[in-house]
């Protein structure tokens, strides 16, 4: 997981992780859930969101719902290609693909770990696992994504209107 | 009683829009089921804390996902009778169009249905269903059907 990536954009042009992360920290849904960045650079972005019983899917097993690990990978995705594009640059999911290996294990974090694994100048490609906090080598999930860029500030102004 | 015999129970009683009271993640999201014109639908209310990006204000991609595969899983407990729980294997989600800050609707509809998998294809619209603001597919497996012995 340790692609090369070129960039497409000037190298004088760098991503501004203080705001990237506010802007994550500050979000709606990331807040109501206890969505957490760990870390997020050019390699890799990590984030976490503790176990709560509210996120439960089955409750026979304690596991949590695909919702949850679905809001964290895509969530971590983006934030991976937010780390390699410039300031100030949107990022919209355009699709992601998420393949639930097995059912995560009840009462422990989770982690989603990403990377950004190639840019263009209008889409970028993440790929990357869910694990339990302290088991990265036998994923719950696996995912792959692809994100629009805009160059228009962080979030996006088409607000109902096709990107 | 396991969650297996519960949903059973609702489905017997025609009353499987309340399989959403059963799951804790479906009750904190708000999600809603309802029959319209024989169809069965989803619904996921707007709310304030299921903003992903308040710049643009649109919701989070993951809940939209969410709702599609909760979609899928309540469609195909309607369709197709086990005495277990189908299991998700993947999810596969298209995002058509920023979701603005209204309710969001999803239905289901089986593509395929195998003996062990079965395909379901979902959409999510906001103005109307031909205006789709995202769409899924979905794989399930499938428990063994009931036997006679049974």
């Known amino acids: 997981m340790t692609d090369k990536v070129q960039s497409p954009f000037p190298p004088e042009l760098k991503p501004d992780m203080e705001a990237v992360l506010h802007f994550y920290a500050t979000s709606p849904h990331h807040r109501a859930i206890g969505l957490k960045s760990v870390s997020a650079d050019a390699e890799k972005a990590v984030m976490k969101i503790a176990y709560d019983a509210r996120f439960v899917g089955n409750p026979d097993t304690g596991a949590l719902h695909g919702g949850i690990v679905t809001t964290l990978l895509d969530s971590t995705g983006a934030l991976a290609v937010l780390a390699r594009v410039p300031a100030g640059t949107a990022v919209a999911t355009l699709d992601l693909r998420i393949d639930y290996l097995r059912p995560a294990l009840p009462k422990l974090d989770l982690i989603g770990s990403s990377h ?34 805009k160059p228009v500030g962080i979030g996006m102004d088409t607000g109902g209107k096709q990107p | ?103 969001v609707i999803a239905s289901g509809a089986i593509v395929r249905q195998g003996a062990r998998v079965a395909n379901v294809r979902v959409r999510a619209w906001q103005k109307g269903w031909d205006d789709p603001v995202a769409t899924a597919d979905v794989h399930f497996l499938l428990p063994k059907p009931r036997t006679t012995s049974e």
């Open chain 2, 1 to 103: 009683m396991s969650l297996a015999d519960d949903i059973a129970k609702l489905r017997a009683e025609e009353r499987l829009t309340e399989v959403i009271d059963l799951i804790p993640y479906a009750r904190f999201t708000g999600f809603q089921a309802y029959w319209e014109d024989g169809q069965l639908l989803a619904r996921l209310p707007y709310r304030d804390d299921h903003i992903g990006n308040y710049t643009a204000n649109i919701f989070h991609g993951g809940l939209i996902g969410a709702l599609m595969e909760h979609t899928a899983f309540m469609h195909l407990l309607h369709h197709v009778e086990r005495n277990r729980l189908p299991k998700i294997v993947n999810i596969s989600a298209n995002y058509l169009r920023p979701v603005a800050p209204t309710d």
């Open chain 1, 116 to 149: 950004c694994f190639r840019i263009t100048p209008n889409i970028a490609f993440s790929r990357g696992t869910a694990y339990e906090d302290g088991n990265p080598d036998d994923p719950v999930a696996s995912f792959v994504a692809t994100y629009m860029l």
